[in-house]
């Protein structure tokens, strides 16, 4: 079963800053928070991941708390091409993606 | 441009009539993944292939196979297909199929996914 709780559905207006939580409560010492998405039709897609440290790339920010049992992912500027299901994801063997339900993320004009 | 690919993109089939799924992929990666993808719900891991060594998830069904001929290529076969099997087929890659390191993941990429019909 997966290890994490999202939100539904979130709304985000384009342009503005979308920030999607997770909370994973139950994280080991070992493991790692990933973030997958997936647009409509589309096979899912790495955005980021972390242990302890907060991290940036070209796509996302992502902020991990002190006690590490939650995260949020910001897409500092959301598009409308970012409007996709997004997957928080615990765990440490990455043979074994567990996806949960997912976030739906509607970005609206 | 290195992508990994998935033939056909949709497929349907009757009831107990074996099919067959493929995926190519251009990457040269080690590892293939089968998820399966129903309707409204998150992927769910079937099996995998780490070089050729096949590993397979305890609640796959019996009827889900899988063959990996090359590094290339790797098939699912589905002996008997039910109405619960229709649902959406995503193959993926990665490079290494070892843990994360603090600076480096080996991510795995995705292919657009085959959609089963069962009729």
């Known amino acids: 079963d997966a290890k994490t709780t999202q939100p539904t559905s979130m709304d985000c207006a384009e342009g503005r800053a979308a920030n999607l939580p997770c909370n994973h409560s139950t994280i080991s010492g070992n493991e790692y928070v990933y973030w997958y998405r997936q647009i409509h039709s589309q096979g899912p897609q790495y955005i980021i991941h972390?242990?302890?440290n907060n991290e940036t790339n070209e796509m996302a920010s992502l902020i991990i708390t002190e006690d590490r049992k939650s995260s949020t992912l910001i897409l500092p500027h959301a598009t409308l091409r970012d409007t996709a299901v997004y997957y928080c994801?615990?765990?440490?063997?990455?043979?074994?993606?567990?996806f949960g339900t997912g976030t739906r993320l509607q970005v609206f004009p | 441009d290195a992508m990994v690919i998935q033939n056909p993109r949709y497929q349907v089939t009757q009831f107990g009539k074996p099919v067959t799924l493929s995926c190519s992929q251009t990457l040269n990666h080690n590892v293939m993944y089968w998820y399966q993808q129903k309707s409204s719900q998150a992927p769910k891991l079937l099996f995998h292939?780490?070089?050729?060594?096949?590993?397979n998830e305890a609640d796959t069904p019996d009827n889900f196979q899988s063959r990996r001929p090359n590094t290339s290529f790797c098939f699912l076969d589905i002996r008997s297909p039910g109405l619960g099997d229709a649902a959406m087929y995503l193959c993926?890659?990665?490079?290494?199929?070892?843990?994360?390191?603090?600076?480096?993941?080996?991510?795995?990429?995705f292919g657009p996914g085959t959609r089963l019909t069962v009729l």
């Open positions: 994801i615990v765990c440490y063997n990455t043979d074994k993606l567990i």
């Open positions: 972390g242990l302890k």
């Open positions: 292939y780490y070089d050729k060594d096949f590993n």
């Open positions: 993926a890659t990665s490079r290494d199929g070892a843990g994360p390191t603090p600076s480096s993941y080996n991510e795995q990429f």
